[in-house]
């Protein structure tokens, strides 16, 4: 049975940061494309950074340069390091896992992000 749990989720202040892990089981993560996706109220799920099992890693232009996705394939983890955090990063953010960005077919339950101004 695979499972993503994230945790880190959290009340920050503007500009401040967040750093989101993901524990998978079930799947060894080295062969699998992971991703963190975010989804705020209101709004359709958006893909927030990925990185594949060759370590590249891709993001979108409203996290570049302020987020950083990574990966501890020993301990079977994904994080994603967030700074620089404004109000509009405020959303549940979600791990998926898949063969590629464009078949991800596992997902964590998500967890909140909340940034005040």
């Known amino acids: 049975q695979v499972q993503l749990v994230e945790s880190g989720g959290g009340l920050v202040q503007a500009g401040g940061s967040l750093r989101l892990s993901c524990a998978a089981s079930g799947i060894i993560i080295n062969i699998y494309t992971m991703g963190w996706y975010r989804q705020a109220p209101g709004k359709q799920r958006e893909r927030v950074a990925f990185i594949t099992a060759g370590q590249s890693t891709d993001y979108s232009d409203s996290v570049k340069g302020r987020f950083t996705i990574s990966k501890d394939n020993a301990k079977n983890m994904v994080y994603l390091q967030m700074n620089s955090l404004n109000p509009e990063d405020t959303a549940v953010y979600y791990c998926?896992?898949?063969?590629?960005?464009?078949?991800?077919?596992?997902w964590g339950q998500g967890t909140q992000v909340t940034v005040s101004s």
């Open positions: 998926a896992a898949g063969l590629n960005i464009f078949d991800m077919r596992y």
